[in-house]
């Protein structure tokens, strides 16, 4: 069970972020679009976003701590180095954000759009998705020990180096995932062998086929017209 965030009664208005905010904003509420004030380096702690709007900004080496987002579009986004605790996502738009090598720790993803989100070489420590559409996101060498994957669309990912023990799949969609191998130490559900079977034989080159003899081709003739090749 991951930790919720940490948030003070009473948050402050914030309409848009000005040069004095030093990149720091604690204990607001943001409302709207900020995709052309956002910036990297900064630091968000105790606040909330609700139906907020940070399209395609770069956000390397945010720092999120207790943290609520709700409702919102960060679609595209790059939080490359970026670290989270205790930070809430609920019912947000992530297609093709950029998670890359990011710290989690107590992070929930609930009813969120992560659809090609990249995830590669991050660290993740009591973090929950939940009813999540993650199609096609990328895992690569992730740290992903004890992560909770409940009920989500995971088709097409891809779990290559990947550490993935203790990792819970229940109630997820695990078609066509790349990198089976490495989900050696996770745990899944009965319904969930064959998925989980057929990219492992997929990663060790092994092929799936009913015909026991198949016919050997033959070689091409030559053209209409034409005799066998010269000796």
């Given at each position: 069970?991951?930790?919720?965030?940490?948030l003070?009664?009473?948050?402050?208005?914030?309409?848009?972020?000005?040069?004095?905010?030093?990149?720091?904003?604690?204990?607001?509420?943001l409302?709207?679009?900020?995709?052309?004030?956002?910036?990297?380096?900064?630091?968000?702690?105790?606040?909330?976003?609700?139906?907020?709007?940070?399209?395609?900004?770069?956000?390397?080496?945010?720092?999120?701590?207790?943290?609520?987002?709700e409702?919102?579009?960060?679609?595209?986004?790059?939080?490359?180095?970026?670290?989270?605790t205790?930070v809430?996502?609920?019912?947000?738009?992530?297609s093709?954000?950029?998670?890359?090598?990011?710290?989690?720790?107590?992070?929930?993803?609930?009813?969120?759009?992560?659809?090609?989100?990249?995830?590669?070489?991050?660290?993740?420590?009591?973090?929950?998705?939940?009813?999540?559409?993650?199609?096609?996101?990328d895992?690569?060498?992730?740290?992903?020990?004890?992560?909770?994957?409940?009920?989500?669309?995971?088709?097409?990912?891809?779990?290559?180096?990947?550490?993935?023990?203790?990792?819970?799949?229940h109630?997820?969609?695990l078609?066509?995932?790349k990198?089976g191998?490495?989900?050696?130490?996770?745990?899944?559900?009965?319904?969930?062998?064959?998925?989980?079977?057929?990219?492992?034989?997929?990663?060790?080159?092994?092929?799936?086929?009913?015909?026991?003899?198949p016919?050997?081709?033959?070689?091409?003739?030559g053209?209409?017209?034409?005799?066998?090749?010269a000796?």
């Amino acid at each position: 069970m991951t930790k919720p965030p940490r948030l003070p009664v009473a948050l402050a208005e914030l309409k848009a972020l000005s040069a004095g905010d030093g990149g720091a904003i604690a204990e607001s509420i943001l409302r709207g679009d900020f995709t052309d004030w956002w910036g990297e380096d900064h630091s968000l702690e105790r606040s909330r976003l609700v139906q907020a709007q940070l399209i395609g900004t770069a956000s390397n080496r945010l720092r999120a701590l207790d943290v609520r987002i709700e409702s919102s579009d960060l679609s595209g986004s790059d939080f490359d180095e970026s670290s989270f605790t205790r930070v809430v996502f609920h019912e947000c738009r992530l297609s093709g954000a950029v998670f890359t090598r990011c710290s989690f720790r107590d992070v929930l993803f609930s009813g969120c759009r992560l659809n090609q989100a990249n995830f590669a070489m991050s660290e993740t420590s009591t973090v929950m998705f939940e009813d999540t559409d993650l199609r096609e996101s990328d895992f690569y060498a992730a740290n992903l020990s004890g992560t909770r994957f409940f009920d989500c669309n995971l088709s097409g990912a891809q779990f290559s180096k990947a550490t993935t023990t203790g990792v819970r799949f229940h109630g997820s969609t695990l078609t066509d995932i790349k990198g089976g191998q490495a989900l050696a130490g996770a745990v899944i559900e009965s319904s969930q062998v064959l998925p989980v079977a057929l990219a492992v034989l997929a990663d060790l080159g092994i092929r799936v086929d009913d015909e026991r003899d198949p016919p050997v081709p033959t070689a091409r003739k030559g053209r209409r017209g034409q005799g066998p090749p010269a000796g």
